[in-house]
């Protein structure tokens, strides 16, 4: 096996281990959500995805690569049957070398997939979960709230009610209070107006009656 070849099937047998930790219930989703967002991966995630291209780039070159050696020594097998035993022998030794490296190339590819799946599946999961727990810890505390108001006595929850109405009257009066400073506002904005425009006119006026004295 040749060197890039060798360091694809190191490539692989690391993804089957990665995909079987991901699978196996051994390690919580939050733990991977913990271990997805420490300083290592973060510094990468800009990256990540350009990364993964560059990845599924390459696997994929070395993919068509294995299946064009496959089909160019099929079609020497059958050819070769009028051909001396060695090279016929040799022609079968590369045609296996190249479904091997077909298989290893491609299976390398899918793994690939699986694994980005199965990073988001998890992420996902553990943000799915941490929400649950946050609307369980609501609910539970609105049902503690809802049991101490029903075991309070009567005179307590109408002693309750009646701040509440006062409360309530309260905000009533001070929204009346502020509608009726609004309309004082806005009827003191028109008298403004009108005095303004009235003081206009009179100094109008009399700076046209000025110069008719002035000729007197």
């Not at 913990?34 to 994929?60: C, D, E, G």
């Not at 020497?76 to 090279?87: P, R, S, T, V």
């Not at 609910?139 to 309750?160: D, F, I, N, R, Y």
Request: charged content about 25%; hydrophobic content about 45%; overall charge positive.
């Amino acid at each position: 096996m040749s060197l890039q070849w060798a360091l694809i099937a190191g490539f692989l047998y690391v993804e089957i281990a990665v995909v079987l930790l991901l699978v196996l219930p051994l390690i919580s989703a939050r733990r991977w959500q913990s271990f997805f967002k420490s300083r290592f991966l973060q510094s990468l995630s800009n990256q990540a995805h350009l990364y993964f291209l560059i990845l599924l780039a390459i696997l994929v070159l070395f993919f068509l690569d294995a299946i064009r050696e496959m089909r160019k020594y099929s079609d020497k097998e059958h050819m070769a049957d009028h051909q001396h035993l060695d090279a016929e022998m040799q022609s079968t030794m590369r045609l296996f070398r190249a479904q091997r490296n077909f298989y290893i190339s491609g299976f390398a590819l899918f793994l690939s997939l699986v694994i980005r799946r199965l990073v988001t599946l998890i992420s996902t999961q553990a943000m799915l979960e941490a929400n649950s727990e946050a609307s369980m810890k609501q609910a539970q505390s609105a049902t503690q709230a809802a049991k101490q108001m029903m075991t309070l006595p009567k005179e307590e929850v109408q002693e309750l009610n009646n701040q509440i109405n006062e409360l309530r009257k309260t905000l009533e009066k001070e929204k009346k209070d502020k509608e009726a400073v609004l309309r004082q506002s806005e009827n003191l904005s028109e008298e403004y107006d009108r005095v303004c425009k009235l003081n206009t006119s009179l100094e109008k006026k009399l700076a046209a009656e000025a110069p008719s004295k002035k000729d007197d």
